[in-house]
């Protein structure tokens, strides 16, 4: 082995030796003091506070400078998804409401010939439930955040109705934490929602009045 050649390895395995020195002294608690972070409570964020973060959302994309213009998706469109639920209309079988994982819920009228998306500019697209009131099939109820805990797992924004077919929604207020929304279920009596969660255990609201709308 040449000298020159030499040295460079010698270089070379000296500058990994310093990253590794360096990566390790960052991972290393504050010294002097107490870990940082490491008694800090972890917390969900509230349901309030982002729902006002959508809102602000909202308003700069209606003040941006460039709102007039409008992309236009070419492609490609063959991309599959995740699906959380599926129901379908009671008395009309070729009405079918799709929840996805990170893609809003989709609505067909044909049996499946074509979808529309009908949550896309909603403050969550992640989904975990989609449900027909039986004893009121106009109305749609709809539990965000998706229930197949992985990595890429987002948590929702509460529980959304609508009493319109899925053209509009409206979030079901209340102390419902933010979490993943499993399933959603309403008596077709009593006018009870249940919503089953992850890790935030079981819910139930009268939604009785809502449902008389």
């Known amino acids: 082995m040449s000298k020159s050649l ?10 990994k030796f310093i990253c590794f020195i360096g990566v ?3 991972s290393l608690p504050s010294l002097g003091g107490p870990a940082q972070d490491q008694d800090k409570l972890i917390q969900s964020t509230a349901p309030e506070l982002r729902l006002k973060w959508f ?15 409008d992309w236009e998706f070419i492609g490609p469109d063959n991309i599959s998804g995740r699906l959380t639920d599926v129901d379908v209309h009671p008395r009309h079988k070729h009405v079918i409401y799709a929840a996805s994982a990170s893609g809003g819920v989709w609505k067909t009228v044909n049996a499946g010939t074509t979808w529309i998306p009908i949550f896309e500019n909603a403050p969550s697209t992640s989904m975990g439930d989609v449900t027909i009131a ?11 955040g998706e229930p197949n805990i992985l990595r890429s797992s987002q948590a929702g924004t509460g ?15 209340g102390n419902l934490p933010t979490t993943y929304v499993h399933d959603l279920v309403v008596h077709p009596r009593d006018g009870i929602l249940v919503a089953a969660t992850h890790g935030r255990g079981m819910w139930t609201i009268d939604v009785k009045s809502l449902q008389k709308q």
């Open 6 to 15: 030499f040295v460079a390895k010698i270089a070379s395995s000296l500058r």
């Open 159 to 173: 529980v959304y109705i609508s009493t319109d077919r899925g053209r509009t929604w409206s979030v079901l207020g």
């Open 24 to 26: 390790l002294f960052l």
């Open 134 to 144: 039986p004893s009121h099939p106009g109305i749609v109820w709809l539990g965000t």
């Open 55 to 69: 809102e602000r959302h909202l308003a700069m994309k209606e003040s941006s400078v460039d709102k007039a213009f």
